[in-house]
């Protein structure tokens, strides 16, 4: 018996009044995967990657996560299936009123069943993952600094031990050298956890760095998919035009 894709989405149309964002677009991706999202400026990375969050839904089409239509009615089902999956933000979205260590509990509190000792352990654990101390779990999000907030906010997005990792642009706003240890850090989660990974990124260290496989956006739908030396290989011209002298560092 052949499981479930953990994301497929299946004749997803986008519309914002008059404007179409995607148009017939199809993506099936696999569990352990590694996806990079790319594409031009406008043409819906962020959008696609809200819809499979369940953020927004398609004017047209399905999206599916580990074989559940997002507009599944039961409210039991739904929350069982968002507890599959983690976010991270682009700048991190921490709630600004909360310290990094009511950050990390917020989901963890959301269940409801867990005593106050236990989610003390669970963040301790979360941090330490990510590589921050309880001493960086008393700061308030303004006194981060970028990369910490973006290892406070994976901590948060693995809170509920998901199976399931959207990240967006998550190196951006980060110097090389801290672009390079949070890439390492998401790598090596990934492998311990066996996360399937999407990420929507412009950056090509990023990608080569971190990704399996490669979606590129285009034309308002898929216009390839494929591992990234695959993806490298192709003719399509925005392939060619988006990548240009770097298509070597995904080889």
Do not use: C
């Amino acid at each position: 018996m052949t499981a479930d894709p953990v994301i497929e989405l299946r004749g997803v149309s986008t519309r914002f009044g008059r404007l179409v964002v995607h148009r017939d677009l199809s993506l099936q991706i696999e569990a352990g995967q590694i996806v990079a999202l790319v594409g031009g400026s406008g043409s819906g990375k962020t959008t696609l990657l809200r819809q499979m969050l369940g953020l927004i839904r398609p004017s047209a089409g399905s999206v599916e996560l580990f074989g559940v239509d997002l507009n599944e009615p039961d409210p039991r089902v739904q929350r069982d299936l968002r507890r599959r999956l983690g976010m991270l933000f682009q700048h991190g979205a921490l709630f600004s009123a909360l310290s990094v260590f009511d950050n990390v509990a917020f989901p963890l509190r959301e269940l409801r069943y867990l005593d106050e000792d236990w989610i003390r352990r669970l963040v301790h654990l979360k941090l330490a993952m990510v590589g921050l101390t309880m001493t960086h779990a008393q700061l308030m999000p303004a006194e981060l600094s970028g990369g910490m907030i973006k290892r406070a906010a994976l901590a948060r997005a693995l809170a509920l031990e998901p199976e399931l990792l959207l990240l967006d642009e998550p190196t951006a706003g980060l110097d090389p050298d801290r672009s390079q240890s949070f890439v390492e850090l998401v790598g090596a989660l990934q492998r311990e956890l066996g996360l399937t990974v999407v990420m929507v990124t412009h950056d090509v260290n990023t990608l080569a760095a971190l990704a399996t496989h490669v979606a590129v956006l285009a034309e308002q739908k898929i216009v390839a998919f494929g591992p990234k030396a695959e993806i490298a290989a192709s003719d399509h011209p925005f392939v060619a035009g988006f990548f240009g002298a770097d298509r070597q560092k995904l080889l």
